[in-house]
Nanobody, 122 residues
Framework: QVQLVVSGGGLVQAGGSLRLSCAAS????????MGWFRQAPGKEREFVAA????????YYADSVKGRFTISRDNAKNMVYLQMNSVEPEDTAVYYC???????????????WGQGTQVTVSS
């Protein structure tokens, strides 16, 4: 079992930056690949970024590639999402997730944090 607590959301102007954090507790953090997902009002939850167990590999959704960066610190049991050049279309509730597989597939993640609201004003 892994518990995930997400923080760092808020209101930001278009073109600005925000960093989301996800703190993990429970079993060995480095056993899990980590992902960030988001859900906008009226839309399905979608993949944003993922990072492998050691942090050596990453995946990004095309919509955030070049603007967002996922990273992890296994010594601190933390995963981060640095969001730069944000756009109004990035407005959503953001979730972090942990899974045994390094994947973009939402359904293959086993544990989920509570989500944090990110609102980008134009």
């Amino acid at each position: 079992q892994v518990q995930l607590v997400v923080s760092g959301g808020g209101l930001v102007q278009a073109g600005g930056s925000l960093r989301l954090s996800c703190a993990a507790s429970g079993r060995t953090f480095s056993n899990y690949a980590m992902g960030w997902f988001r859900q906008a009002p009226g839309k399905e939850r979608e993949f944003v970024a993922a990072i492998s167990w050691s942090g050596g590999s990453t995946y990004y959704a095309d919509s955030v590639k070049g603007r967002f960066t996922i990273s992890r610190d296994n010594a601190k049991n933390m995963v981060y999402l640095q969001m730069n050049s944000v756009e109004p279309e990035d407005t959503a509730v953001y979730y972090c997730a942990a899974g045994y597989r390094f994947t973009t597939v939402l359904g293959l993640y086993n544990y989920w944090g509570q989500g944090t609201q990110v609102t980008v004003s134009s």
